[in-house]
């Protein structure tokens, strides 16, 4: 069973940063890409950034570049986004998610949510002004 597990979500305020962690099991880490998103009360949801199956690319929204970054700890199975300078529209639940792909595409990674295969339940980020 694969599955997802969101950490880390908080209350902060405006420029502080948090620390989200996605702990990853039941599926081979090195043919997925993990994606984390975010969704604000009323908004669609939104691909914050990607890191590709070899690690060897990312890619982050335009909203979050220079501010967040994300990486994967092969070893424990854990992706984490860091998140710096963070501002009050940055609030939302975050979401990571897994998008099995071919050997083709290993290095690649997409910020779209209809690509992903699998969820987690989310965690909720708050930031204050």
């Known amino acids: 069973e694969v599955q997802l597990v969101e950490s880390g979500g908080d209350l902060v305020q405006a420029g502080g940063s948090l620390r989200l962690s996605c702990a990853v099991s039941?599926?081979?880490?090195?043919?997925?890409?993990i994606g984390w998103f975010r969704q604000a009360p009323g908004k669609e949801r939104e691909g914050v950034a990607c890191i590709s199956s070899l690690d060897t690319s990312a890619s982050y929204a335009d909203s979050v570049k220079g501010r967040f970054t994300i990486s994967k700890n092969m070893a424990n199975y854990t992706i984490s986004l860091q998140m710096d300078s963070l501002r009050p529209e940055d609030t939302a639940v975050y979401y990571c998610?897994?998008?099995?792909?071919?050997?083709?595409?290993?290095?690649?990674?997409?910020?779209?949510?209809?690509?992903?295969?699998?969820w987690g339940q989310g965690t909720q980020v708050t930031v204050s002004s």
């Open positions: 998610a897994a998008d099995r792909l071919t050997p083709d595409t290993w290095s690649l990674c997409s910020r779209n949510h209809a690509d992903y295969d699998f």
């Open positions: 039941g599926l081979r880490f090195d043919e997925y890409a």
